[in-house]
Nanobody, 121 residues
């Protein structure tokens, strides 16, 4: 089985910064894509940023220039550095991994439990 464990959420003032981490563990052969999604109250879950094993990135327009996604392949960990946070960034942030399992070599998506980010003065 595979687990994604997130950390780094919290309360921050507008203009502040937070860094989220997500570590994948378990029966993993290879991780194809890791990324972050978020869901605000009353809204659908949306993509924030993703990073492929080849180093390609994709960001939501709303976070371009403020958020940076990075990855430690050796530790199966993805990070999201969030700068210039605004109240509209308030949401539960979920880590996602698209990976090949080491037992069946099938491709599956896994989700973390979510971490709350609140931006308020």
């Amino acid at each position: 089985q595979v687990q994604l464990v997130e950390s780094g959420g919290g309360l921050v003032q507008p203009g502040g910064s937070l860094r989220l981490s997500c570590a994948a563990s378990g029966s993993i052969f290879r991780i194809n894509v890791m990324g972050w999604y978020r869901q605000a109250p009353g809204k659908q879950r949306e993509l924030v940023a993703v990073l492929t094993s080849g180093g390609s990135t994709n960001y939501a327009d709303s976070v371009k220039g403020r958020f940076t996604i990075s990855r430690d392949n050796a530790k199966n960990t993805v990070f999201l550095q969030m700068n210039s946070l605004q109240p509209e960034d308030t949401a539960v942030y979920y880590c996602n991994a698209n990976l090949i399992g080491a037992m069946t070599f099938g491709i599956s998506d896994y989700w973390g439990q979510g971490t709350q980010v609140t931006v308020a003065s």
